[in-house]
């Protein structure tokens, strides 16, 4: 993190925080979340010193102030903790909505825009209790929120849009239609300024009217932007540059080059502090790629990763004749509820007992009790065999000798935790157990779209058009997989006679973070459509939804607004 003076010079010493996201600036403090450690960063902006770290929940987004309270919207487990800004911790949980990625504080209320569920959450400041049932329904993928000029203005990073809510009503006016993927959003008492993510332009829009005004040009990968009295602040985290737009003319009057790629941003006094992460300069060229797998999907360097040693459910393991996972936190059941390490061990003794391994009498057989299991499964216990901690959510397997697939075998779908309570029987009929794939079917619109409800960790998923040529709007993780029907798995049913989707290839990029994701323009996710006459798959990778590369007039070519 560092402080940028209104000239674009920087003042004093960076401050490492890790792995920083969002900023606010308030009691008198510069408040930065981590959204890998699940931490809150009190600094000093006087000193540069570090005050506080303070534990709040999972894959922190967004912060925002009220007096001396701190609000924190943990994107991994859908709550908002509360911090006490006088003693330092935090007081107070609150659940929100699915995926909150940001923040914002005003109007009578702490807004919440939750990517996950389309909808903005309001919680009283002085309880600290939601006033909204059920969360204010917007568009699609709020990504960016702001309290200012009489009311709360939320980005809606699918659509394209911007929505107006009244605080006196709790009801969100009709969309401004802005550029393409519009994130950050900031607001001024004369205009309301929209950071587009993957258009590379910033939008101004007139509140009273709600007319787009202008139209500028930027870097690449604008996402925060904050406002002052001189100058609107966007961060270009793709091109790591910061640009500053004069608010009159709307053009930009300079564009800093950071070296690193800018995160958040947030206005303290006359400066504005700069959160960044490393970024691969782009005048990086050479090196050599050696290949040590027969297996790699090919020589690019971004394809060029293995999906068990890149999981998606767990966040570490160990080799050998030891195997020690954790878990990683957020991930629940189709029902909601948290799933635990012991979940493990009890899906892989049900696999022993009803599932296909129970066929294969050597499947498992490398892990301590597993042939017992087989031999005798009314008395099947892999508790020497799989070690599990709950509270620190570690799963320990013990072999009793090598078995050089072991991880592949962990990696295939017939592996499933299973809930306390889960019978050790087939089941063939509803209630099945719930599921734990990263993505269910949460809204179904006949021959218009299918929208795929994620994980809290995990980005949401729209697809669009008819089942015979759905359109990926927005791209998955690597190595996210789907969710499996049969034993210790559920599948929610789509509309009768309509062929099943099933997410069926991964990312080309690099595994990203915990923390919000962001396009990259070779993402893709292929389907294949199940129905009872046969299966098929679309030719070609499907669509997706790209950012484009940097416009021509940035960012000290001459540019104009459009």
């Not at 204010?136 to 203005?153: F, H, L, M």
């Not at 027969?294 to 998606?312: F, I, N």
């Not at 199940?530 to 007039?553: F, I, T």
């Amino acid at each position: 993190m560092g402080l940028i003076d209104p000239s674009g010079n920087r003042v004093g010493e960076p401050v490492s925080v890790g792995n920083p996201a969002g900023l606010a600036y308030g009691d008198g403090s510069v408040w930065a979340v981590d959204s890998a450690d699940g931490t809150l960063w009190r600094i000093d902006p006087a000193t540069h010193a570090v005050v506080a770290q303070i534990p709040v929940g999972a894959a922190p987004a967004a912060v925002a102030i009220t007096g001396p309270d701190v609000w924190v919207a943990n994107s991994g487990d859908g709550t908002v903790s509360r911090v006490s800004a006088a003693v330092n911790r935090a007081v107070a949980t609150i659940p929100v909505g699915s995926f909150p990625v940001a923040i914002a504080a005003g109007n009578g209320g702490v807004w919440v825009a939750n990517e996950g569920d389309d909808t903005v959450d309001r919680i009283d400041p002085a309880t600290g209790s939601l006033t909204t049932n059920g969360g204010i329904q917007v568009g699609g993928r709020p990504d960016g929120i702001a309290a200012g000029a009489g009311a709360v203005w939320v980005a809606n990073g699918e659509d394209g849009t911007v929505q107006r809510i009244d605080p006196a009503t709790d009801q969100a006016d009709g969309p401004v239609y802005v550029g393409s993927g519009p994130e950050g959003i900031a607001v001024t008492p004369g205009a309301v300024w929209v950071a587009n993510s993957l258009d590379l332009t910033v939008s101004k829009i007139d509140p009273a009217t709600g007319a787009v005004t202008a139209t500028t040009g930027v870097g690449d990968g604008p996402s925060s932007i904050v406002a002052t009295r001189d100058g609107v602040w966007v961060s270009d985290e793709f091109d790591a540059t910061l640009d500053r737009i004069d608010p009159k003319s709307a053009r930009v009057v300079r564009a800093l080059h950071l070296g690193s790629s800018p995160q958040g941003l947030v206005v303290a006094g006359s400066g504005v502090w700069v959160a960044a992460r490393p970024f691969a300069a782009a005048s990086h060229r050479g090196g050599t790629l050696t290949v040590v797998s027969d297996s790699l999907p090919g020589t690019d360097p971004t394809q060029a990763y293995d999906q068990v040693s890149t999981p998606a459910f767990a966040t570490a393991y160990d080799g050998g004749m030891t195997y020690t996972f954790t878990l990683r936190r957020g991930i629940r059941y189709s029902n909601g509820l948290v799933v635990r390490a012991s979940d493990i061990r009890r899906g892989i003794q049900r696999q022993l007992i009803v599932g296909p391994a129970a066929a294969i009498p050597d499947y498992w057989g490398g892990i301590l009790g597993a042939h017992a299991c087989q031999q005798h499964p009314k008395h099947c216990d892999l508790s020497t065999g799989i070690l599990t901690d709950d509270a620190t959510g570690t799963v320990t397997f013990r072999l009793a000798q090598a078995d050089p697939d072991f991880l592949y075998k962990l990696a295939l779908s017939v592996v499933a935790p299973a809930p306390p309570g889960a019978p050790d029987r087939a089941i063939s009929r509803a209630p099945f157990l719930p599921g734990t794939g990263p993505y269910m079917i949460s809204q179904d619109r006949p021959k218009a779209s299918v929208t795929l409800r994620a994980q809290p960790v995990l980005p949401p998923v729209v697809l669009r058009g008819p089942a015979s040529g759905l359109l990926v709007r927005h791209p998955v993780r690597a190595c996210d997989q789907p969710e499996k029907s049969g034993i210790g798995g559920h599948r929610r049913p789509g509309r009768p006679g309509a062929p099943s989707l099933q997410l069926r290839s991964v990312s080309r990029g690099p595994v990203p973070g915990p923390g919000p994701r962001r396009p990259r323009a070779a993402d893709r996710i292929c389907l294949s459509q199940h129905s009872p006459a046969a299966v098929r798959e679309p030719q070609g990778p499907a669509s997706c939804q790209l950012r484009h590369r940097s416009r021509p007039d940035h960012p000290a070519r001459g540019r104009s607004p459009r």
